[in-house]
């Protein structure tokens, strides 16, 4: 991967999180300016601790990213001290699941909405007027394989998987032709110390992990994939 992340700014929503971690440090190998917003100044201490000599490359904002007013705000100040925003990936989602439709709580559906599908609509919202303003940019949105294969015991979890996959191809259809490219990203089960924890019988073997998909959202990002736009791509293997 070729170092053409220095001196760009990228926006890394969920960037303390289990895959947002890998690849907030896969940019600042790479040498890019990233700003990361958080809830848990815990988990950004962590992050920056992780760093190392690139720390001195990152921004943290705590910042909720479902509050649409919280975020126009934090988006206007990154905008005005950064000068741009060269890629925003978002990398915030959850999982809520185990029971069938009719046995799953009800407040299960909301919280899967809120994670994995009006984050990345208020801070794409956000995002995109910067982007066209400097006139050109990169998004990448982490949706998931329950998307195109949806299991069972998940219906409200694949229904915002599915629908982030609708939203973000609409966008790149707006974004056709402005120099702004939009992707999504579909992992399986990543290899995350959560996961394990959750699931402990499972082969880890089989789970992609963090830094492999995080190279693939750093090559969704660089110049090398200026032809991609509009796509969903799994990022799973052949497993």
Request: hydrophobic share 45%; with cysteine.
């Amino acid at each position: 991967m070729p170092e053409d992340f220095n001196g760009r700014t990228v926006l890394i929503a969920g960037g303390t999180g289990g895959l947002g971690r890998a690849v907030s440090l896969a940019f600042l190998g790479q040498r890019a300016q990233v700003i990361v917003p958080y809830r848990k100044e815990s988990g950004f201490a962590e992050l920056k601790a992780s760093a190392g000599a690139a720390a001195s490359s990152l921004a943290g904002y705590s910042v909720d990213v479902t509050n649409e007013a919280a975020v126009a705000e934090f988006i206007a100040h990154v905008a005005a001290s950064h000068g741009r925003i060269d890629a925003f990936v978002n990398t915030v989602g959850g999982y809520a699941g185990g029971a069938p439709l009719w046995e799953s709580e009800p407040q299960s559906l909301e919280t899967m909405l809120n994670l994995n599908l009006r984050a990345g609509y208020v801070l794409a919202r956000a995002v995109v007027p910067v982007m066209l303003k400097q006139g050109g940019g990169a998004i990448v949105n982490t949706a998931g394989s329950a998307a195109i294969d949806h299991p069972a015991g998940a219906a409200a979890y694949a229904a915002s998987k599915a629908a982030a996959v609708a939203m973000m191809a609409s966008l790149a259809a707006d974004l056709k032709g402005t120099g702004v490219r939009v992707n999504s990203i579909l992992p399986s089960m990543i290899d995350t110390p959560e996961n394990r924890k959750a699931m402990p019988g499972a082969d880890f073997s089989k789970w992609p992990k963090p830094e492999a998909i995080a190279r693939v959202i750093l090559f969704l990002c660089s110049e090398e994939a200026r032809l991609i736009h509009g796509a969903s791509i799994p990022v799973y293997g052949n497993e």
